[in-house]
């Protein structure tokens, strides 16, 4: 089973507004990253942040990982139009050959 | 930039086919990767390969085969397309396992 569970699975916010999204997962970690799916396109990766890391920052992107509750949020701030996607984000867990472990991922729309 | 590259973008197969999905890196990746994207499934691993010659299963191997004969290239090959094999399929590539993968733009197989 899919061991990144994402939160919520749908948003919908106005253009301006911060949109904050979760992933939970159920074993110990190597790294945990976050990627961005336009419709119908490949997946670009936003940013990866490792086990011994508490928070990292890209642009207008903030990631917060909490080992203790095996929990990741993805903060987008002042969301932009561009900014509708989907997020997922994607678990490396030790003793898994370095595979990435998918969530099913959170449908961000930004309404202008 | 990292650019991965598939054949097509779209492809329509009968049922039977023998279907062939290529992917090209330019960044001298060692690992490469195919995933198969559904609806409510998410991104699941096909195969992946780290090296030239070398593969390894991933979730879901099963009707399918790959082929990595140089660096840059890994195709995916469906021996007999069937209809539950409509999918979005997904190439990436990752320097190193753990790293973060760059994917393709995907390729939206129809088998009918």
């Known amino acids: 089973s899919q061991q990144g569970e994402e939160d919520p699975q749908a948003l919908s916010i106005q253009e301006g507004e911060n949109a904050t999204m979760n992933c939970s997962y159920k074993t110990s970690i190597n790294n945990l990253q976050w990627y961005r799916q336009n419709s119908g396109r490949g997946l670009v990766h936003l940013i990866l942040?490792?086990?011994?890391?508490r928070e990292k920052h890209s642009g207008r992107l903030r990631v917060t990982l909490d080992t203790s509750k095996k929990s990741s949020s993805l903060l987008i701030t002042a969301s932009r139009a561009a900014d509708t996607a989907s997020y997922f984000c994607a678990t490396v867990f030790y003793n898994q050959g370095g595979k990435l472990i998918f969530g099913q991922g959170t449908e961000l729309s930004v309404k202008p | 930039d990292v650019k991965v590259t598939q054949s097509s973008r779209y492809l329509v197969k009968r049922t039977g086919e023998k279907v062939f999905l290529e992917c090209v890196q330019d960044m001298d990746h060692e690992n490469m990767f195919w995933y198969r994207q559904d609806p409510g499934l998410g991104l699941r691993l096909i195969y992946f390969?780290?090296?030239?010659?070398?593969?390894e299963k991933g979730d879901i191997p099963e009707g399918y085969s790959v082929s990595r004969e140089k660096k840059e290239r890994f195709s995916l090959i469906l021996e007999s397309a069937s209809t539950n094999q409509t999918s979005m399929y997904l190439c990436?590539?990752?320097?190193?396992?753990?790293?973060?993968?760059?994917f393709g733009p995907g390729t939206r197989l129809t088998v009918t």
């Open positions: 390969s780290y090296d030239v010659k070398m593969k």
């Open positions: 990436a590539s990752s320097f190193q396992l753990v790293h973060e993968q760059y």
């Open positions: 942040i490792r086990s011994n890391e």
